[in-house]
């Protein structure tokens, strides 16, 4: 079945201990997003990209980063986690064309920070 | 920037009640999504509505999108326990290639 796939499902680091969570996709969609979720909160967006163009949201920490060396594959970075940064990272994909932009998104990878 | 208001944050209702969310945006929208979220689950996509004044219904959930559209809302008709979780609606404005989601409601449906 296609698919977005996030590993790992959950994420323990130290503060300050550089982490990278990964998100791939079977669906061959062109745009890829990252969401931060916390308790109770709706997704927050940290980026996007289109295709290989990155957008980073006005918002989003230097501390979070991303890289999409392929179409199926997308990370994020967190160069120094802080205790704020604890909360679900959710991956979504979609098909920007014919006025869709559908958004599917995977199971989410849970970060502790310690 | 856009904003896109949900209301109620919460809502506890007896299985077989109706229930209702509503969504409202401060911009006009091109589209409104509207994502299902149970407990320790991911959004999941339920529908998409385009046209202004736009109604689709899927078995016991209607939604709808305003004339202007710049609301929107989700009606459920007798709840069921497996209708518990957080509804999203997540709008999109014209010139922009991302979704605003709301701050979700989420639903309590006891037996």
């Known amino acids: 079945d296609a698919m977005v796939i996030q590993n790992p499902r959950y994420q323990v680091t130290q503060f300050g201990k550089p982490v990278t969570l990964s998100c791939s996709q079977t669906l061959n969609h062109n745009v890829m997003y990252w969401y931060q979720q916390k308790s109770s909160q709706a997704p927050k967006l940290l980026f996007h990209?289109?295709?290989?163009?990155?957008?980073n949201e006005a918002d989003t920490p230097d501390n979070f980063q991303s890289r999409r060396p392929n179409t199926s594959f997308c990370f994020l970075d967190i160069r120094s986690p802080g205790l704020g940064d604890a909360a679900m990272y959710l991956c979504?994909?979609?098909?920007?064309?014919?006025?869709?932009?559908?958004?599917?998104f995977g199971p989410g990878t849970r970060l502790t920070v310690l | 920037g856009q904003q896109v208001m949900q209301i109620p944050q919460y809502q506890h209702v007896q299985e077989g009640e109706d229930f209702t969310t509503y969504c409202n945006s401060s911009t006009t929208l091109s589209n409104i999504q509207w994502y299902k979220q149970r407990p320790g689950g991911h959004p999941v996509f339920l529908i998409q509505?385009?046209?202004?004044?736009e109604v689709k219904k899927q078995k016991r959930l209607t939604f709808q999108f305003g004339e202007a559209k710049k609301n929107s809302s989700l009606h459920i008709t007798a709840t069921q326990t497996t209708d518990v979780g957080t509804y999203f609606c997540a709008g999109r404005s014209p010139g922009y290639s991302t979704l605003t989601f709301g701050k979700g409601t989420m639903l309590l449906v006891s037996p």
């Open positions: 990209y289109y295709d290989k163009d990155f957008n």
């Open positions: 979504a994909t979609s098909r920007v064309d014919r006025g869709t932009d559908t958004q599917y």
């Open positions: 509505l385009v046209k202004s004044g």
